[in-house]
């Protein structure tokens, strides 16, 4: 099932369900956004926002632009922006996400990653060195 608004841009302005009771077993792949109320047994592609209802499980590894979580992920879990885990979701499994959000109550168990980050000294200074409590108890 599907909402498509007024604009011609599909990706962005549909919006696919699955409904609470439904269960899905294979791969799902989607270019517009996607809630699920239901579940899912396989591989989840969704090529913009991801939404998991609090009554909504997937078990598999999943893939989205962006992603609000309020009910249980098992599995593999790459996010290309943004991740939600709202407060009564569950996140079992390894994850990659460029920016986490973890409300209160969220369960995450697992491995994450959001990128390794570059430390540089800026404008070429050296670095200060830090000094031990040897050398401050001299300078007393």
């Known amino acids: 099932m599907g ?4 604009s011609d841009s599909a990706a962005s302005t549909e919006l696919n369900f699955i409904g609470k009771g439904t269960v899905v077993e294979g791969g ?21 926002t991801l939404t998991i209802g609090e ?13 609000i979580i309020g009910g249980k992920i098992q599995g593999k879990v790459i996010i290309k ?18 920016k986490l959000i973890i409300d209160e109550g969220a369960i995450f168990d697992g491995t994450s ?11 070429n200074e050296p670095i200060p060195k830090r000094e031990s409590q040897e050398e401050i108890s001299l300078k007393k």
């Open 113 to 123: 990653n959001m990128g390794a980050t570059q430390v540089k000294n800026i404008g």
């Open 55 to 67: 009554s909504g499980e997937v078990e598999g590894d999943v893939e989205a632009t962006n992603a």
């Open 28 to 48: 799902i792949r989607t270019e517009s956004s996607l809630r699920i109320d239901g579940k899912i047994k396989g591989s989840l592609f969704c090529k913009n």
């Open 81 to 98: 922006e943004k991740l939600v885990l709202e407060s009564k979701s569950s996140l079992v499994g390894e994850l990659k996400a460029k």
């Open 3 to 6: 909402y498509k608004g007024d």
